[in-house]
């Protein structure tokens, strides 16, 4: 198959568990081995420098996407093949999904899951068909997981949200998941209208 320009939304912060940063290196070396791009957010510490320099490692083509305001705090990653550097968060976001074929989601942090939550909307609302998958070995995720069933039980979302999204906890599946094709979600009229998922 044709390399894929794979999205990773990752944390950049430095507090975090090293597993979680060896485990970015992880994604960026499988990604590198099956012939894939990065694009992710543009810097280069914790988890998203690490997934960046490990797909370069492999030989890769890296993508970074950074807005102006965060050039300095997140410091930007300069060896990137092409560094987009974005006016706000919501032109990267939009440059990210342009950029990208599928999406990878690691744990992270409230950027983290603002980038899942818009890109599973979409993808549920049948705005996009592109694979989304989470990445959670260690579980980090597992109260969202519950969360969004109970959502589901109450009325408040669609059980079908979760036919949007993979969900594991290995590295080779994630990418497995990617490759695969993926049944296209359908928005219903009752979607649209209610904006509830």
């Given at each position: 198959m044709?390399?894929?320009?794979v999205?990773?939304?990752?944390?950049?912060?430095?507090?975090?568990?090293?597993?979680?940063?060896?485990?970015?290196?992880?994604?960026?070396?499988?990604?590198?081995?099956?012939?894939h791009?990065?694009?992710?957010?543009?810097?280069?510490?914790?988890?998203?420098?690490?997934?960046?320099?490990?797909?370069?490692?492999?030989?890769?083509?890296?993508?970074?996407?950074?807005?102006?305001?965060?050039?300095?705090?997140?410091?930007?990653?300069?060896?990137?093949?092409?560094?987009?550097?974005?006016?706000?968060?919501?032109?990267?976001?939009?440059?990210?999904?342009?950029?990208?074929?599928?999406?990878?989601?690691?744990?992270?942090?409230?950027?983290?899951?603002?980038?899942?939550?818009?890109?599973?909307?979409?993808?549920?609302?049948?705005?996009?068909?592109?694979?989304?998958?989470?990445?959670?070995?260690?579980g980090?995720?597992?109260?969202?997981?519950?969360?969004?069933?109970g959502?589901?039980?109450?009325?408040?979302?669609?059980?079908?949200?979760?036919?949007a999204?993979?969900?594991?906890?290995?590295?080779?599946?994630?990418?497995?998941?990617l490759?695969?094709?993926?049944?296209?979600?359908?928005?219903?009229?009752?979607?649209?209208?209610?904006?509830?998922?």
């Open positions: 044709t390399g894929l320009a999205c990773v939304f990752c944390a950049s912060s430095s507090r975090i568990d090293p597993v979680h940063v060896e485990l970015a290196a992880q994604v960026g070396a499988e990604l590198a081995r099956r012939g791009g990065l694009v992710s957010g543009g810097a280069q510490v914790s988890c998203m420098g690490a997934v960046a320099r490990a797909a370069r490692a492999g030989g890769a083509r890296t993508v970074g996407v950074i807005p102006e305001g965060l050039v300095s705090v997140e410091v930007s990653d300069e060896d990137n093949d092409e560094l987009i550097v974005t006016p706000d968060m919501r032109s990267r976001k939009g440059e990210m999904d342009a950029r990208s074929d599928a999406f990878l989601v690691l744990p992270g942090g409230i950027g983290t899951l603002e980038e899942l939550f818009e890109i599973w909307t979409a993808r549920v609302l049948g705005m996009h068909e592109k694979p989304v998958v989470i990445l959670d070995p260690t980090v995720y597992a109260p969202l997981k519950e969360l969004m069933a959502l589901a039980e109450q009325g408040f979302v669609r059980p079908k949200i979760f036919d999204i993979g969900w594991t906890a290995s590295v080779t599946e994630a990418f497995d998941l490759e695969r094709s993926q049944p296209k979600i359908q928005a219903t009229h009752e979607d649209l209208a209610e904006a509830e998922l």
